[in-house]
Each structure stands twice: as structure tokens, then as C-alpha cells.
Antibody, heavy 116, light 108 residues
């Protein structure tokens, strides 16, 4: 069974940085596009970013563009989200998800809390 | 930016049919995906490309998409179907993916 495991979440002060990782296993990671999706406490799903299979093409939600960077290391089967200039409104559970047709597999998420 | 509109809540009795709508400008020209999310869990894909079901998803789940509205239909609703449901599309004009605001399905 496909497995996606996020890590790197935690408490960070406003203006700080954090790097999330998503370790992929039991599928050919380098063949799939990947997404990050977040969910603020008690709120709905919000798309954050997307990267193609070889990392040459990315896209970002307007709310994070210029602050967040998505990347991947296909040799390590790992997806990343570098988050800079964090704001209180970035507080959320961050999910990585695999693209097949729709997002067919999701990790369990990692919580990022931005607070002083 | 492209906006998807869902009703905040839908209620249905067990055994009845639930219909959850997702409105968007000319959404019928896009491929719509639907997700189910239960409390404390990650979302699960239940319908993709408007009408198709991933393996393991019951036939009770179906979808349609035309004009300005896509619909997720759950037939013979069970207590275990109680969850939040989200629609999602890719907007080619912005190259952004978009989720609807979500609909809480309550089984009475």
C-alpha cells in the first residue's frame, strides 16, 4: 500500500521558517506529481502548492507565493515544503498528496502552529 | 481566481439519497474530484473525473457535472457516510487547484 508520511511540523514564531518533509514509499515516487494541501483548525481544505514529477514545474496559491517553496528529491523519495515568513494564518495541518487522477493518496498530516 | 461554492451542510435520513452540489462558473468544462473526510482523518478520494470511482469506493457514490454545477450523489446513505465532503478542480487559467468550502453531511 502507498505510504506518505509528513514530518517537520511544530510551533514557530511569526516571521520564522520551517521545512516540512513528506517521505514516500511503496510506489515509484519519481513518476508522480505531488501536492501540499493545508487545513486550518476547524476549517476546510486549501490547496497550497504542486510540483511535477521531475521538479521542473511548480505552482503556488497566491497566499503563499513568494514565501513557500516546494521541491522534491526523487533519489530520496521525499517531497519538501520550505515555509518562510510564516504568519498566524499559516497555522494548519499540512498534508502531502499524490496526484493520479485527483489526489488518490494522502499522508496523515503534520501540524504547523505559528504563534508567539 | 476560480471559486467553488458548496452548501455548508446537508442532512439526510438513513437509506435516503444525499446530493451535495459544487457550483462554479462553467464547471461542466472541468474535471471535478470529490473527497470524503471524517474527523481526525486525512481526506479520501471518492469520485474522480466527474463520475468515476476509485477501487474500494462503494457504488452508492456517484457524480455528475454539467453547466455550472457538479453533484456528488450518495445513495442508500449509511451512518458511516457522515463526514465532510469537498469538491476540487484544476483551473487552467491560473494553473491553480481549487477546493470547495466543504459540506458537512449529517445522517439523521
Amino acid at each position: 500500500e502507498v505510504q506518505l508520511v509528513e514530518s517537520g511540523g511544530g510551533l514557530v514564531q511569526p516571521g520564522g521558517s520551517l521545512r516540512l518533509s513528506c517521505a514516500a514509499s511503496r510506489f515509484t515516487f519519481s513518476s508522480y506529481w505531488m501536492h501540499w494541501v493545508r487545513q486550518a483548525p476547524g476549517k476546510g481544505l486549501v490547496w497550497v502548492s504542486r510540483i511535477n514529477s521531475d521538479g521542473s514545474s511548480t505552482s503556488y496559491a497566491d497566499s503563499v507565493k513568494g514565501r513557500f517553496t516546494i521541491s522534491r528529491d526523487n533519489a530520496k523519495n521525499t517531497l519538501y515544503l520550505q515555509m518562510n515568513s510564516l504568519r498566524a494564518e499559516d497555522t494548519a495541518v499540512y498534508y502531502c498528496a499524490r496526484v493520479w487522477v485527483g489526489l488518490d493518496y494522502w499522508g496523515q498530516g503534520t501540524l504547523v502552529t505559528v504563534s508567539s | 481566481s476560480y471559486v467553488l461554492t458548496q452548501p455548508p451542510s446537508v442532512s439526510v435520513a438513513p437509506g435516503q439519497t444525499a446530493r451535495i452540489t459544487c457550483g462554479g462558473n462553467n464547471i461542466g468544462s472541468k474535471s471535478v474530484h470529490w473527497y470524503q473526510q471524517k474527523p481526525g482523518q486525512a481526506p479520501v478520494l471518492v469520485v474522480y473525473d466527474d463520475t468515476d470511482r476509485p477501487s474500494g469506493i462503494p457504488e452508492r457514490f456517484s457524480g455528475s457535472n454539467s453547466g455550472n454545477t457538479a453533484t456528488l450523489t450518495i445513495s442508500r446513505v449509511e451512518a458511516g457516510d457522515e463526514a465532510d465532503y469537498y469538491c476540487q478542480v484544476w483551473d487552467s487559467s491560473s494553473d491553480h487547484d481549487v477546493f470547495g468550502g466543504g459540506t458537512k453531511l449529517t445522517v439523521l
